[in-house]
């Protein structure tokens, strides 16, 4: 009745439940109505109750039209899988499937979801979809993404109790889909870097023109932008701390982001997460800005493409496959 899910699925973009790739068992509700059917059974053998056996033989036939109802809820649907745009490090990655059903009959009550490699039997955070024949819906299934680079979505299960719950059938699916993570922006991370090249119509350099007020000292910052005067107010040892300058402002057109430029002594994630940080506010102020990682070197520019185009080389940085 139920042939164990013992390979791996196949990575696809698209796949067709069928009949093959649907498994049933009883659930708890079905085995306690098997019990019952058995004791009627045998009641009715003791007794010889015509009747009795008619009621049994009846419910036993209303079981297996239930068995048959509820695989079919599965068999059949077509999956596709959808958009999973990029996220942050440490954001919910979001995967969108969409379930085809071809079919001349509803499917109801599926439910869907991911389970982790080497728990088949669990699911993470399912979905309920109803889907009317020859109509379509979609779910978006969300994972953590606790680190840079590609996640790859995790297998899909699809299970149902559908219509009476005395049978539950499942089938699972590896979706050929991934979502590309950048690296968390740093947090208050240090002003954009002074060093740029003017531009026919700029001048001055980046964030030097209008004095901003003072802030807590983050690796990296120029010595020369260190607050002195506030800082000899309060020797590091009676609770001081080091505070720098910061300015903002300043018109230059063209910035360059050159990973290279940064303290060889920060962490590489933290190198990474400031050149996140600083596109991300160079974007807000609309600086043009080149970029400089590894082999990549980008010209200065703004926009969507561009943005896309450095946190891209930013999340695959050091990784195998990185271009």
């Known amino acids: 009745m139920a042939r ?14 069928t009949m093959r790739r649907v498994y049933v068992l009883p659930s708890r509700a079905g085995v ?5 059917l ?23 036939a209303c079981a297996i039209v239930d068995m048959v109802l509820t695989v079919r809820n599965l068999a059949g649907l077509r999956l596709v899988a959808g958009r999973a745009p990029p996220v942050f490090a440490g954001e919910e990655a979001q995967f969108e499937l969409h379930l085809h059903n071809d079919g001349k009959a509803d499917r109801c009550a599926i439910r869907i979801g991911f389970h982790p490699p080497g728990t088949p039997w669990r699911m993470q955070a399912p979905h309920a979809a109803d889907v009317a024949a020859g109509t379509s819906t979609a779910v978006a299934l ?20 559908f219509p009476l719950g005395l049978f539950g059938a499942w089938s699972t699916w590896q979706p050929d889909l991934r979502v590309l993570v950048y690296p968390f922006p740093e947090q208050d991370a240090p002003p954009l870097p002074s060093r740029g090249d003017a531009s026919a119509e700029g001048h001055g350099t980046v964030g030097l023109d209008n004095f901003a ?25 009676d609770g001081g701390q080091l505070v720098t300058k910061h300015f903002d402002g300043g018109a ?44 990549h070197h980008y010209p200065a520019a703004l926009g969507d493409a561009h943005r896309a185009a450095c946190l891209r080389a930013l ?9």
């Open 213 to 237: 007020g003072i802030r807590s000292y983050q690796p990296g910052d120029p010595v020369r932008h260190l607050a002195w005067r506030q800082i000899a107010r309060l020797h590091p040892s």
């Open 252 to 295: 230059v057109a063209e910035l360059l982001l050159d990973f290279a430029d940064l303290p060889l002594q920060l962490d590489l994630e933290l190198r990474l997460a400031r050149m996140t940080q600083w596109v991300l506010q160079a974007e807000a102020r609309a600086l043009p800005y080149a970029f400089r990682l590894g082999h």
């Open 315 to 323: 999340a695959l940085y050091g990784q195998e496959g990185f271009a």
């Open 4 to 17: 164990p899910a013992l390979r791996k699925p196949e990575r696809s973009a698209a796949t067709v439940l």
């Open 32 to 36: 306690a109505y098997v019990v019952l």
């Open 142 to 161: 969300a994972v953590p993404a606790p680190r840079r680079g590609w996640l790859d979505a995790p297998p899909v299960r699809l299970t149902t109790r």
């Open 38 to 60: 058995v004791l009627m059974l045998v009641g009715a053998i003791n007794y010889t109750l015509g009747l009795g056996f008619a009621l049994t033989f009846f419910a036993g």
